[in-house]
């Protein structure tokens, strides 16, 4: 079992800055991804961005530049920047020790296992 506590979400302007943090612990051991979902209200769940266990990081195509994803071993953040209102929506930090390469780019919620209890940012213009 992994626990992911999120934290940092909160509400600001469109072109301010947030950084969002994930904590990670329980049974991890180290080869683990580690990934930020969102979801607006009424839409689905949505990736945002993932790293994985030797840093490897992806990011969904309307965040790239915007955000940044870094994570030390069972810590992770988000640097949100020039956020935007239509980056309002639940943080939601997820964790995947099913992949078996560090390059795997895993996108759907179904091949997370394990989530945090989500953290709310909201973007006002």
């Known amino acids: 079992q992994i626990q992911l506590v999120e934290s940092g979400g909160g509400s600001v302007q469109a072109g301010d800055s947030l950084s969002l943090s994930c904590a990670a612990s329980?049974?991890?051991?180290?080869?683990?991804?580690l990934a930020w979902f969102r979801q607006a209200v009424g839409k689905e769940r949505k990736f945002v961005a993932r790293?994985?266990?030797?840093?490897r990081t992806y990011y969904e195509d309307s965040i790239k530049g915007r955000f940044t994803i870094s994570r030390d071993r069972h810590r992770m953040t988000l640097q949100m920047n020039s956020l935007e209102p239509e980056d309002t929506a639940v943080y939601y930090c997820?964790?995947?020790?099913?992949?078996?390469?560090?390059?795997?780019?895993?996108?759907?919620?179904?091949?997370?296992?394990?989530w945090g209890q989500g953290t709310q940012v909201t973007v006002s213009s």
């Open positions: 997820a964790a995947d020790d099913r992949s078996i390469l560090s390059a795997d780019n895993r996108r759907r919620t179904d091949e997370y296992a394990y």
């Open positions: 329980g049974r991890t051991g180290n080869r683990y991804a």
């Open positions: 790293a994985s266990w030797t840093g």
